[in-house]
């Protein structure tokens, strides 16, 4: 408790500029911040802050610990309000964006359970299939499917997934079985014309290592939806994630290729602009995410209201 309290007074100081105003918004004597401050010093063995009869400023090490308290306060806020009776309600407004197909599955389909749950929470989704700048364009949490590059976002893995080629028995008895990733040169490929999607290419482990192929064929679309439907017409090879076309493998309807050359599975993730001092709606839609798609039935069954299964 003494360690809560001396974190809670640094913190208030710092971010208020002086013991008197963090006195009060404590309803305690400024003598006694000042001792809990003084005990803090002590105990890290270092100078927090630097105070003058005019002002007091934070050293390098206050302005590095001043960031972890303040995240260690907000967490342990969070966490009081998610577990106490009456306690703080998630509210507010919670700006989502997610990849179209997956979106349509995955995503929107959970969004009426997570608002009954939590009836002061109002939310956007945005489904598109273009990288969204979720800093400059004001959105909470980006869903994503795929390897994530390296940035200053913070990504949160809800669950793996899995890309694969994938044809119609039909297309595979006009143009044959393709036996290595090389093959595909001699095949029509549909393929993503998206600039945002894909752009490395299909995927493959060749000899112990990952290759990205860039095969083409008479048709792409920006849409992966109608690239899932052209293949089931038997229009060509498509490169797909399970949660797409796992219903189509287990009917027959589509037909797995280059089972030898998967590559491993990436991820499905929550990203968000950092991960400081997170709204606690936006916490509890990533523990929502997190908690379904953690469900191995979820994938068996297929999203809520679909229909479908698939992952």
Same mark, same amino acid.
């Given at each position: ?84 009776? +009456? ?30 749950? $939590? ?26 499917? +795929? ?80 690239? $899932? ?37 990436? +991820? ?44």
């Amino acid at each position: 408790m003494d360690r809560l309290k001396q974190i809670e007074s640094f913190v208030a100081v710092a971010t208020k500029g002086s013991l008197t105003a963090a006195a009060q918004a404590a309803e305690v004597a400024p003598a006694v911040i000042g001792r809990r401050i003084d005990a803090l010093e002590e105990r890290l063995g270092v100078k927090l802050l630097v105070r003058t009869t005019r002002r007091i400023t934070l050293t390098h090490e206050g302005s590095a610990f001043l960031e972890d308290c303040q995240r260690i306060l907000s967490d342990i806020a969070n966490a009081e309000a998610s577990v106490t009776a +009456g306690g703080v309600k998630a509210s507010g407004h919670l700006r989502i964006t997610a990849p179209a197909g997956f979106g349509r599955r995955h995503v929107a389909t959970l969004v009426p359970g997570f608002l009954a749950q $939590h009836p002061d929470v109002s939310l956007s989704l945005n489904l598109s299939d273009r990288v969204v700048d979720i800093v400059n364009e004001g959105f909470d949490v980006a869903v994503r499917v +795929g390897d994530m590059p390296d940035s200053s976002l913070v990504s949160v893995r809800l669950a793996d997934n899995r890309r694969l080629c994938v044809a119609a028995p039909g297309y595979l008895a006009r143009a044959g079985m393709p036996a290595t990733p090389t093959d595909l040169a001699r095949h029509q490929c549909l393929t993503l014309s998206s600039d945002a999607s894909q752009t490395r290419g299909w995927a493959f482990t060749v000899d112990g290592e990952v290759q990205h192929l860039r095969p083409g064929g008479r048709l792409d679309c920006s849409d992966g939806q109608v690239l $899932h439907a052209w293949c089931l017409q038997g229009l060509g090879i498509a490169w797909r994630s399970t949660w797409e076309v796992e219903a189509d493998l287990a009917s027959g309807a589509l037909v797995a290729l280059l089972d030898d050359f998967a590559s491993p599975p990436n +991820g499905i993730y929550a990203v968000v602009p950092q991960r400081k001092h997170l709204p606690l709606r936006v916490r509890l839609w990533i523990d929502f995410l997190k908690h379904s798609y953690g469900d191995p039935m979820y994938w068996r069954k297929g999203a809520p209201g679909t229909g479908e299964s698939g992952r």
